[in-house]
């Protein structure tokens, strides 16, 4: 069980002692990254690397930490097509390495990943050590062959350094980085980094402070303005590519927020992109829709979307909803939603159509739609909101009260950004957050409406 809750870390531990502040966004679709080429060769034997991560698109090669000089001299630990982690070194076109067993599919979580480079270890099995929130993986899926004693890697010699990057297959990686340190010449267990919580058994981060040595670096992506700076000490700087100081997130290992889930079963699903924030329509005549990642049964709580066309759908759903009609995701039972086009309340429980009731003012596109939810009160309620002011306020939701809810948005053909709090695609002007001040909206928070994280629904939810 300890490995399991270990493994499965939601970020929901408030630590008291060390908290995360900040993250860094990356988008593929930017290719958004940081690169640095050391001046030196050091310890290419001997090395760790640690970073926390929260995946927010799957089944792409997303490169954690590359050394690249081409395609057959390079250093390589990243996320395959297939949600595995390799590690892989090629020198001259003679190569060893791994890829691991395990799939990390988990968009909700974040995963403390750590990888020991220890060459000169008599056992060959510990010469790469790769371990998951403190725990170490050794089941292994394909076998590139296991380094021979001494054996010098790529990383650590004066060739490119990439961070979110994979210059051997042209691709970059859709996540969530904290937390991210290479400690050059030593191999430290992943206890330098993190520890378990003796109330919960969940790995947590603590404040590590190791001898990075030459070419080591810390990144704790607290300065929006640089966030490549290295706080080691060592002046190890990144240099960001195509990242700005919008890419800076509070989601962290400390305080996880919500964002859309890629994996959520339906028929049309949209694509997530921007963070897990932006859920995305394809072609043709389909809706296509997304669900948070967190759900709530009591409380109170609220998010935003960026209106992008008429044709957009925001509100709550349950999990288990279902369509109403065919594959239409706008038409889907089990929802309490707000859609913008037609200017009105839909409230589906599990086996009635549509109960509207319509919406004052105007809709148009670029406006900030709020989602508030209280499951506090009786009957429980939902309010929405255009640019700051109530639209439909305080409804009862019917046949929906007393179930866990989950944010939920459908559409058409456009893209819609959401705010959950913890990063969004959108400009914020007002910078507003809620009474315990987390998140970062457009809009303050109705008194007593909270964002959705897990500082939040460790006391509310």
């Keep these: 069980m300890e490995v399991l809750q270990r493994t499965a870390n939601r970020g929901s531990i408030s630590t008291g002692s060390y908290e995360i502040g900040n993250s860094v966004k990356l988008e593929a679709d930017n290719s958004e990254n940081f690169t640095r ?58 190569d060893y390495g791994y890829v691991y067993t395990p799939v990390f599919r988990d968009t909700s979580a974040w995963y403390h990943i750590v990888l020991v480079s220890d060459t000169t270890n008599s056992t060959a099995s510990d010469r790469y050590q790769l371990y998951v929130n403190g725990v170490r993986i050794t089941d292994i899926s394909q076998d590139y062959g296991t380094p021979p004693q001494n054996y ?96 800076q997130a509070t989601d962290t290992p400390t305080n996880n927020f919500c964002t859309w889930l890629p994996l959520w079963t339906y028929t049309n699903m949209a694509t997530i992109g921007n963070g897990g924030t932006s859920s995305i329509g394809g072609g043709g005549s389909v809706w296509r829709g997304a669900k948070g990642s967190m759900g709530v049964s009591k409380g109170k709580w609220y998010w935003e979307q960026k209106a992008s066309g008429s044709d957009t759908i925001v509100g709550w759903q349950t999990d288990n909803c279902i369509s109403a009609s065919g594959s239409n995701s706008h038409n889907v039972l089990d929802t309490v939603s707000f859609y913008e086009g037609g200017n009105f309340l839909w409230i589906k429980d599990s086996t ?26 009786d009957p429980q309620t939902v309010t929405f909101y255009r640019n ?38 959108f400009t914020i002007s007002s910078a507003a957050s809620d009474a315990n001040g987390y998140g970062t909206f457009e809009y303050a928070p109705p008194s007593g409406y909270y964002a959705l994280c897990t500082k939040n629904l460790a006391e509310f939810g």
């Design 37 to 94: 080429t050391p001046s030196s060769n050091t310890n290419r034997q001997t090395f760790t690397f640690s970073t926390w991560v929260k995946r927010t698109e799957l089944g792409i090669n997303g490169g954690l930490i590359e050394a690249y000089q081409d395609g057959s001299n390079f250093f390589l630990f990243a996320f395959t097509t297939g949600d595995q982690i390799v590690v892989y070194n090629i020198d001259s076109s003679v």
């Design 152 to 247: 010098n890697n790529n990383l650590n010699s004066t060739i490119a350094h990439n961070i979110g990057k994979r210059a051997d297959g042209n691709s970059y990686n859709c996540c969530y980085l904290a937390e991210t340190h290479l400690v050059d010449g030593t191999a430290l267990a992943p206890t330098a980094f993190g520890e378990v919580d003796s109330a919960s058994g969940i790995w947590k981060p603590i404040d590590a402070s190791p001898t990075y040595g030459t070419n080591g670096f810390y990144l704790d992506y607290a300065d929006a303005a640089d966030l490549g700076d290295d706080e080691s000490g060592n002046g190890n700087d990144y240099t960001e590519n195509n990242i700005a100081a919008a890419d």
């Design 352 to 377: 009635s159509g549509r109960n509207a009731d319509s919406a004052s003012g105007t809709h148009a596109n670029g406006q900030i739609v709020g989602c508030a939810l209280n499951l506090d009160s």
């Design 388 to 425: 700051g002011s109530a639209i439909i306020s305080d409804r009862n939701i019917d046949g929906l009260a007393n179930k866990t809810l989950f944010p939920q948005t459908s559409h058409y053909n456009q893209t819609s950004d959401a705010n959950f709090g913890g990063y969004t695609n």
